[in-house]
């Protein structure tokens, strides 16, 4: 019998699937891909909605007091991240589009995808894992022939996509060492910071004007696609990295 459990443990194999089926529709059928492409940004609303809802917000001040965990976080992302963000953006190319999108996602923080939040109840606890899924495959099949048209530009970035997701859990480990985090907040803190927010920076890709749009959406997509497979194997690297 299929529970929630179940489906978030699933989860990650769950949306390897979608991500094949999403390549399959869209280059087989790429005219009704794109058109559902329209629905990205409500289908994305009600994904964050769902995880948002699971939050035990009662409990938020708890969670402020780990002072040490927040400045951890802090300083990973909002020093870190961006340090090696631009020292990665000095081996591309000085093309306004392909940099935009680059800095979009990678200086954008995540949840990420294999953290089960603490169920509140109502019908919205089994939403996100479907809705994660959901949104993949429309924004995979609508975007894939955009990617495939513009695959000179983004071979550019799925090298430093790799070596991103290859430093960050590295120098996450390192802050949370010297920050003397436990074991369970340094292994949050290399998920803070090697997930990236793709999905929710996309819909601005999207509005950019003309031919831009298409290649930033693009290197934000890709991105998606690089990090869901190291995805996997975070899990079983980061606690071997973090004991």
Do not use: H
């Not at 929630?4 to 999403?22: H, P, S």
């Not at 894992?129 to 975007?143: C, D, G």
């Not at 802050?175 to 292994?187: F, Q």
């Amino acid at each position: 019998m299929l529970n929630r459990e179940k489906l978030e443990n699933n989860q990650v194999l769950l949306y390897i699937v979608v991500l094949a089926a999403a390549f399959f529709f869209g280059f087989m059928a790429p005219e009704l891909a794109s058109r559902i492409g329209g629905s990205i940004t409500i289908i994305i609303a009600i994904l964050m909605y769902s995880m948002f809802s699971q939050i035990p917000f009662v409990s938020l001040k708890d969670s402020f007091s780990n002072r040490r965990y927040l400045a951890a976080v802090l300083l990973t992302n909002y020093i870190a991240v961006p340090i090696v963000v631009w020292i990665f953006s000095r081996f591309l190319p000085d093309q306004p589009p392909l940099l935009l999108g680059f800095f979009l996602v990678l200086l954008t923080p995540c949840i990420d995808y294999v953290i089960v939040f603490t169920a509140l109840g109502d019908f919205s606890a089994w939403l996100p894992v479907p809705f994660m899924a959901l949104t993949l495959f429309v924004v995979v099949a609508s975007q894939i022939a955009k990617v495939s048209a513009v695959m000179d530009q983004i071979i550019k970035v799925i090298p430093l996509y790799i070596a991103f997701m290859i430093i960050m859990p590295i120098i996450s480990r390192f802050i949370a060492k010297r920050m003397e985090l436990d074991t369970g907040a340094g292994r949050a803190l290399v998920f803070s910071g090697s997930t990236r927010n793709s999905l929710v920076v996309l819909p601005l890709a999207l509005a950019l004007p003309g031919d831009a749009s298409t290649l930033v959406a693009a290197v934000i997509v890709t991105q998606t696609i690089v990090e869901l497979a190291g995805e996997l194997l975070y899990i079983r690297w980061v606690p071997k990295l973090v004991k």
